[in-house]
Nanobody
Framework: QVQLVESGGGLVQAGGSLRLSCAASGRIFSINVMAWYRQAPGKQRELVAAITSGGSTHYDDSVKGRATISRDNAKNTVNLQMNSLKPEDTAVYYC????????????????WGQGTQVTVSS
């Protein structure tokens, strides 16, 4: 069983910075893509940033230039550094692993963390 646990959310003023972290646990051999999504009240969950096991990254236009996603394959962790935060960044941020290969040769798909709240005050 793979679990993702996020940390690092909180309340920050507009213009400030936050670093979100996510750690995957379990008998993990490898993880394909790790990503951060967010969901604001009354809105659909949306992709913020993603990173492949090889380090290729993708960012939503709304965070380009303000966010940096990084991962440590050996530790099965992914981080999201967000700068110049705006009130519209307020949301619950979720960590996701799309395909996880376990040492048992079993695959787990579309694994989600429990989410961490980010609130940006104006």
């Amino acid at each position: 069983q793979v679990q993702l646990v996020e940390s690092g959310g909180g309340l920050v003023q507009a213009g400030g910075s936050l670093r979100l972290s996510c750690a995957a646990s379990g008998r993990i051999f490898s993880i394909n893509v790790m990503a951060w999504y967010r969901q604001a009240p009354g809105k659909q969950r949306e992709l913020v940033a993603a990173i492949t096991s090889g380090g290729s990254t993708h960012y939503d236009d709304s965070v380009k230039g303000r966010a940096t996603i990084s991962r440590d394959n050996a530790k099965n962790t992914v981080n999201l550094q967000m700068n110049s935060l705006k009130p519209e960044d307020t949301a619950v941020y979720y960590c996701n692993a799309d395909r996880v290969l376990l040492y048992s040769s079993r695959w787990d798909y579309d694994v989600w963390g429990q989410g961490t709240q980010v609130t940006v005050s104006s």
